[in-house]
Nanobody
Framework: QVQLGESGGGLVQAGGSLRLSCAAS????????MGWFRQAPGKEREFVAR????????DYADSVKGRFTISRDNAKNTVYLQMNSLKPEDTAVYYC???????????????WGQGTQVTVSS
């Protein structure tokens, strides 16, 4: 079992940056592959980025490639999402999630954080 908690959200102007953090607790926290997802009002939750337990395998949604960077520090049981060149369409609640497989699909992630709001103003 792993517990997840996101932080770092907030209000930023278009073109700005934010860094989200996801702290994981539990004995096997560093064994999980981790993903970031987001959900805007009235829309389905969508994949943003994922990273394997070792950090060697990373995937991004096309909409964030070149702007967002996912990373992890297993010594701190923390996963990060550095978000640069933010756009109003990036506005959403951002969730981190954990899984044991390589996946970009919401149903494959068993453990979720509570989410953190990111609002990008134009």
């Amino acid at each position: 079992q792993v517990q997840l908690g996101e932080s770092g959200g907030g209000l930023v102007q278009a073109g700005g940056s934010l860094r989200l953090s996801c702290a994981a607790s539990g004995r096997t926290a560093s064994s999980y592959a981790m993903g970031w997802f987001r959900q805007a009002p009235g829309k389905e939750r969508e994949f943003v980025a994922r990273i394997s337990w070792s950090g060697a395998s990373i995937d991004y949604a096309d909409s964030v490639k070149g702007r967002f960077t996912i990373s992890r520090d297993n010594a701190k049981n923390t996963v990060y999402l550095q978000m640069n060149s933010l756009k109003p369409e990036d506005t959403a609640v951002y969730y981190c999630a954990a899984t044991f497989i390589r996946s970009m699909n919401v149903p494959d992630y068993r453990h979720w954080g509570q989410g953190t709001q990111v609002t990008v103003s134009s």
